[in-house]
């Protein structure tokens, strides 16, 4: 099976400006889930869907945001950009919520804020 | 609220000697618990979960960790080092309740030859 594939892999934004990312699961995962990552704050939850639900949202403001389509494939915009918007953002699905199921991750896109 | 702290941000062991890797959570409920390796440049890569039944759990890569309850702890192990087990090393909590996952800072480990 394929992983999960994450596009685009680098993105380079100035302030102000917003960012779609997006992101593919394993075939047959309905659960996707985002973290963002960064070397002071570490892996921060934003938001976990599935079956085109939102389950559960991280402690990030308003200008984050997500969702899921049918085909389970996941994108996430961040609006209004901030130089602290600067990280790399994961995307990881497993194949069904929560509870005890592990994640697996894609290889991540690394925005830059300008 | 569910938390993780990985107490030592860095780990520094000599290959073939033994390694371990601190983690202890707080959650409200019973936990799911789960240790996950960051190689540089890369997304992370699951390596073992304990939800219930034996304390000592096996995952990849000859990696073992130990769920005590009583101590709220889940440390990662292994016998003996390699120098390609070098990484970054994440704890992470989810109750059962299925919230959200609670990752750790993260631990860098160094095996050096």
């Known amino acids: 099976k394929a992983g999960v594939t994450q596009t685009p892999r680098y993105l380079i934004k100035t302030r102000g400006q917003q960012v779609t990312l997006s992101c593919s699961p394993i075939s047959g995962h309905r659960s996707v889930s985002w973290y963002q990552q960064t070397p002071g704050q570490g892996l921060q939850f934003l938001f976990e869907y599935f079956s085109e639900t939102q389950r559960n949202k991280g402690n990030f403001p308003g200008r984050f945001s997500g969702r899921q389509f049918s085909n389970s494939r996941s994108e996430m915009n961040v609006s209004t950009l901030e130089l602290g918007d600067s990280a790399l953002y994961l995307c990881a699905s497993s194949p069904a919520a929560g509870g005890g199921n592990e994640q697996f991750f894609g290889p991540g896109t690394r925005l830059t804020v300008l | 609220a569910q938390s993780v702290a990985q107490p030592e941000d860095q780990v520094n062991v000599a290959e073939g000697n033994p390694l371990t890797v601190k983690c202890t959570y707080s959650?409200?409920?019973?936990?799911?618990l789960f240790w996950y390796v960051q190689y540089p440049n890369r997304g992370l890569q699951f390596l073992l979960k304990?939800?219930?039944?034996?304390?000592l759990v096996k995952g990849s890569y000859g990696f073992e960790a130990e769920f005590n309850k009583s101590q709220t702890s889940f440390h990662l192990k292994k016998p003996s080092a390699l120098v390609s087990d070098s990484a970054l090393y994440f704890c992470a909590v989810r109750d059962t309740n299925a919230g959200k996952s609670t990752f750790g800072d993260g631990t860098t480990l160094t095996v050096k030859p």
């Open positions: 304990y939800i219930t039944g034996d304390n």
């Open positions: 959650v409200s409920g019973n936990p799911y």
